[in-house]
């Protein structure tokens, strides 16, 4: 997961954390207005003198950020009031550029904060939270709601084509432009404050939402007594729950932590039904407890709150807001291009449906598949149809081999990159890692950083963002990191990977090379800054490379003896490489459907029922199979409800991956994974950002619009595989 956020809203897009209890209130200032003149001792004072900028984490403590926070707002604030009140005609340089410059010092604590917040918060960090979210959206109501700022970027944006700008600097004006109106800059005053109320409310529902989903999501966690539950797991799994019990001070038992999905992991291989039932229980009721992790009441306001934004801004629904400014445009288009799909994938996945049960009954189980089966029983019918097992898989797919010979590898392959680890740089846990990033010619280009092992005090899912992000008017490269939740092995164990998880980390990285690569003037335009239907893109055409047999033969080597992976069962794997599709796109749209169910009701809608509007709008889109799930539901789902920016966008995922299946059609046209084919993506798309429509960029490089046709033959949806 990820969505690029401009400049200004970094400090509000990935607020993945926790709001706290009150007994944290004496470790927190809870107005910290008085700290706006920033101690020169705060490491934030100043950019660092780290190579890249990097953070000083050996220096930063949780008491320095909130200091940092407010001087940063009040500091950018004084520089944004400066540039509006200025009696010179307004300009791109004393206008644009002078907000482009503005603001550094709450960018730098921004970043910062909320990378260290979604990996790795503690409670001193979830009160900052609390406390900050919503005097963060007053303070960007501060700056979008002026109007005498406005004035200036209006009279600009109307004389854009007389100014001698380039395009980038015309789109930049068009997107500051749009960004004004869209925060509601041309409302009355009585509907700006309005506005105002409402967007702090939404900021405090969103952190809300985030510290009960992580609780709920740390207390679903499956506590398993014997031993002999847990047959069918590796020796290396088992050890790994022993591990993790032991974390929580419990010795003697297992447990097993939730994944932010609804299926876990560890269903495929658990053969005792029971405990399959409970891990599923526990993970699609974790936040349904009735008790004060429960995210229901959360969910019934703050769809609400988006809502009435929506209607004051001047659209009907929530949706229709927030894909305004995407490639979709309007729900519409986006329900169409999922629901065209419902058909193929349900018809999809009811054939898989009937090959399980009829497994189920050959080996006389005497039950109908319920939810929690299908995991098991897919792997037993990839098994008996492709003769694979995951369990020969991954032992070869050590981390640290499909990091280096894989993931690595593949980005020299495409774009001429090399990487070095720096064990000099400093951290903020000790399981993160950081490499330095060398261009082709090897000048120096990023820093990356890696975090990669489930910890409770971490946000759910994968995501990619920056510590620091590039700009040639500021001076800056990119500090770029990944974040994931694989199982952490046991002390002296090897860490072996899903190939899902293989597939995690080339998406990440794909992000990654996004952010690495971008080579623009403006931060506002920097990497991913695009909108959040092509931001996937990259990440996704990425995954491709997992598979590539070049790639491939390099990482997929066994981790004891180094031996490649034989060539009998990389041709099961690949014959099964649209296996359970229908399955997995079904839950997807499922999801994806729902999102879009909650934010296109009106502002005048009444309060939902929770349970009952998730089955009524799944009934309703024809995705409503009991055994197929969605891949969230409401309560737990944290695109939606966090403050991710994924609310109204969930669809994204499905839409870039038309994009993206269409672009790797066009690298097989064209001679698959070479460096000059490479360079050109790099060119034309990946180092631009957001310096052009998105849309031109895509038809520049292809010749042509999408199709559809891509996508479904790698999903396997117009044959019979």
């Not at 002078?98 to 709450?106: T, V």
């Not at 997992?546 to 491939?552: G, K």
């Amino acid at each position: 997961m990820k969505l690029a956020s401009s400049k200004r809203v970094a400090a509000l897009a990935t607020f993945f954390g926790l709001a706290a209890g009150a007994a944290l209130a004496a470790a927190v200032h809870p107005d910290a207005r008085s700290h706006a003149r920033l101690d020169p001792a705060n490491p934030f004072f100043a950019p660092s003198a780290l190579p890249f900028q990097a953070p000083p984490f050996d220096k930063i403590h949780d008491a320095d950020y909130q200091p940092a926070i407010e001087a940063g707002m009040d500091q950018e604030l004084s520089e944004v009031n400066a540039v509006a009140d200025q009696s010179a005609e307004p300009t791109f340089a004393n206008t644009i550029e002078a907000l482009e410059k503005s603001g550094q010092l709450l960018n730098r604590v921004s970043l910062v904060f909320d990378g260290v917040t979604g990996a790795n918060i503690d409670d001193s960090l979830q009160m900052v939270q609390s406390i900050e979210a919503p005097r963060l959206a007053a303070h960007h109501d501060a700056i979008y709601l002026n109007a005498k700022l406005y004035a200036r970027i209006d009279k600009i944006w109307q004389q854009r084509d007389r100014l001698g700008l380039d395009p980038a600097q015309v789109h930049l004006v068009d997107k500051y432009h749009t960004d004004f109106l869209r925060a509601g800059v041309a409302l009355p005053d009585s509907a700006k404050a309005r506005l105002q109320q409402l967007n702090k409310e939404e900021a405090s529902l969103e952190t809300e939402f985030a510290k009960k989903l992580r609780l709920a999501t740390r207390n679903g966690a499956l506590l398993i007594p014997e031993r002999k539950q847990l047959a069918g797991l590796s020796d290396a799994e088992i050890a790994s729950t022993a591990s993790a019990a032991k974390a929580r001070g419990q010795n003697g038992v297992w447990l097993i932590l939730l994944q932010n999905t609804t299926q876990q992991p560890l269903q495929a291989s658990l053969q005792d039904r029971t405990v399959r039932r409970e891990l599923f229980a526990n993970s699609i009721m974790r936040a349904e407890q009735k008790d004060s992790n429960d995210t229901r009441n959360t969910i019934r306001r703050l769809v609400q709150v988006r809502a009435q934004r929506a209607q004051i801004l001047g659209y009907p629904t929530y949706a229709a807001y927030s894909l305004a400014d995407q490639m979709a445009k309007t729900p519409q288009a986006a329900i169409k291009l999922m629901t065209d799909l419902v058909p193929p994938a349900t018809q999809k996945a009811m054939g898989e449906q009937a090959s399980m049960q009829a497994l189920i009954d050959e080996q006389k189980g005497g039950f109908q598949l319920a939810p929690w089966d299908w995991q098991f029983y897919a792997e037993q019918v990839r098994k008996a149809k492709f003769d694979l097992d995951e369990s020969e898989l991954k032992p070869y797919f050590e981390l640290d081999r499909v990091l280096k010979d894989g993931v690595f590898f593949a980005a020299n392959k495409m774009y001429g990159l090399t990487f070095k680890e720096r064990k000099d740089i400093p951290v903020y846990q000790p399981d993160v890692r950081v490499f330095e990033v060398f261009d082709a010619d090897g000048t120096s280009l990023a820093l990356w950083y890696c975090d990669y092992f489930k910890r409770d005090n971490k946000g759910p899912g994968a995501w990619m963002s920056n510590f620091v992000q590039q700009s040639r008017l500021l001076g800056t490269k990119p500090v770029v990191f990944n974040v994931a939740n694989f199982q952490k092995p046991a002390a002296g164990q090897p860490a072996l990977l899903t190939s899902d998880d293989v597939r995690t980390m080339f998406h990440e990285f794909g992000h990654a090379l996004h952010g690495m690569m971008s080579n623009v003037e403006y931060v506002s335009q920097e990497g991913t800054n695009v909108p959040r239907d092509f931001v996937e893109f990259p990440s996704q055409f990425n995954e491709h490379w997992q598979f590539e047999p070049t790639v491939f033969a390099n990482y997929a080597k066994h981790y004891q003896t180094g031996a490649p992976m034989p060539a009998e069962l990389v041709a099961k794997l690949k014959r099964a490489g649209t296996f359970d599709q229908g399955y997995k796109l079904t839950e997807y749209l499922a999801a994806a459907l729902l999102d879009m169910a909650w934010h296109t009701l009106p502002a005048d809608a009444p309060q939902q029922d929770v349970d009952a509007f998730e089955a009524e709008a799944l009934k309703t889109y024809h995705v409503d199979m009991p055994n197929v799930p969605p891949r969230y539901r409401s309560t737990y789902f944290a695109h939606l409800f966090s403050s991710s920016g994924y609310a109204a966008g969930y669809y994204a995922y499905l839409w870039s991956e038309v994009i993206d299946d269409d672009v790797y059609a066009w690298f097989t046209a064209n001679g698959g994974m070479t460096r000059a084919n490479g360079q050109r993506l790099r060119d034309m798309i990946l180092s631009r950002g957001g310096t052009e429509d998105v849309g031109v960029m895509f038809r520049n490089f292809t010749g042509r619009d999408p199709y559809v046709e891509p996508l479904l033959e790698q999903r396997g949806l117009n044959s019979s595989n």
